[in-house]
């Protein structure tokens, strides 16, 4: 039997921070998509169960194409169980509409749900989950009815660590889930991949989220199917990635480059170099030390790259250098103004390179 766990696709979110109204508007689109994705896939995979670990949306208000979406899925794919926890982004906003629930949406509340997934089975599968977010849930974490001729699968939102923090509901001490029969703890919450072993027999996992939308969300994103194989009791799980786009953080060395040419190529020789691909989002972070008579204007770099990747973001981390030993017989105001900032000792060298860039930038009547 296949289950897939997933978890933090915050649909409808804004994604106003890094994108322009159009193109935040187009990847909204894409998000909700992949839902519809994700689900296609269990459909054609012959999974079983979704697992929902917790903020499928972004907020508490949705809106009426999310909701729809969601629901239109979970009622098309009937043979498919959802079990749906919701996260500390959300709350029952995709049931608040219904009179009657779908037969095959299970939700969790803030007492402990338990569902058998196959009862009748040689090996019962036992699906537990509690809404740590609701403020009427009272620790400690001690999961009930469980047993240990069934594979335990409890579902939870939150921040695990050591030792608890009394003024946080979301916080999941790891030490009170130990030795409490559990095979395989659904996480979410944290929006990269982790696992690590839950004794005496089980794991813990965080699915990560489904997508990137930040610069602080870099890497592979997807979800966790497991395969359990309920006649020898024994059970595998596998990260699969799903993204349709990856976000890069891509660092160029400039050093030595004395025009925006240079620079432009250095930075397609590296993306070529990583195999980035077209459909990514980028911030590219140049870095190193340029002179003071080179330039690279980063709106004519923006412009030569956004037509090949779908976001491109520079950041400009390069110094500028100074060769003090040009303005040492300089009696020009250029030369004065850089023996002024070379013998001031309240800035350091980063600092004084700048201030005398820009200077020297104002005097030939250049922008910056």
């Known amino acids: 039997m296949k289950i897939i766990h997933c978890a933090d696709l915050h649909l409808d979110s804004q994604l106003t921070t890094h994108l322009a109204p159009k193109k935040a508007q187009a990847r909204r689109a894409e998000l909700l998509a992949n839902f519809s994705r994700l689900v296609e896939y269990a459909w054609n995979n012959k999974v079983a169960a979704i697992i929902i670990a917790g903020d499928l949306f972004d907020t508490p208000i949705i809106s009426a194409t999310a909701r729809n979406l969601v629901l239109d899925n979970i009622k098309k794919y009937s043979q498919i169980q959802f079990y749906y926890l919701t996260g500390n982004h959300e709350n029952d906003c995709l049931t608040t509409t219904l009179t009657e629930l779908p037969e095959n949406l299970h939700l969790f509340s803030n007492e402990w749900e338990n569902y058998y997934l196959n009862p009748d089975s040689n090996w019962p599968i036992a699906i537990s989950g509690v809404d740590l977010n609701d403020p009427r849930f009272q620790p400690p974490l001690q999961v009930p009815n469980l047993s240990a001729n069934n594979f335990n699968l409890v579902v939870l939102h ?28 659904a996480l979410g919450h944290l929006h990269q991949f982790q696992t ?9 996992c965080y699915s990560g989220c489904l997508e990137g939308r930040g610069f602080d969300e870099l890497g592979q994103h997807g979800f966790v199917e497991l395969n359990i194989d309920e006649k020898n009791h024994r059970w595998q799980y596998q990260f699969v990635p799903f ?9 160029v060395e400039i050093t030595g480059c004395q025009t925006t040419s240079a620079v432009l190529e250095k930075i397609k020789l590296e993306l070529k170099h990583q195999k980035v691909p077209t459909t990514a989002l980028l911030k590219i972070i140049l870095l190193g030390q340029v002179s003071l ?4 204007d980063l709106v004519q770099l923006q412009n030569n790259l956004k037509n090949t990747y779908y976001l491109v ?55 910056f």
């Open 158 to 185: 939150g921040q695990i660590s050591e030792y608890g923090q009394l003024t946080s509901n979301e916080n999941i001490v790891l030490k009170d889930l130990v030795n409490q029969k559990i095979d395989y703890l």
């Open 293 to 296: 008579s080179s330039e690279h």
């Open 243 to 251: 993204a349709q786009r990856e976000l890069y953080e891509i660092k």
């Open 313 to 367: 973001k520079l950041v400009d981390r390069s110094t500028s250098q100074v060769d003090y030993a040009n303005f040492t017989n300089d009696i020009s105001l250029k030369g004065e103004f850089v023996r002024l900032l070379q013998d001031d000792s309240t800035l350091n060298e980063q600092q004084r390179a700048a201030i005398i860039k820009c200077g020297l930038q104002a005097l030939n009547g250049e922008d």
């Open 196 to 204: 690590g072993k839950l004794p005496p027999r089980g794991i813990y």
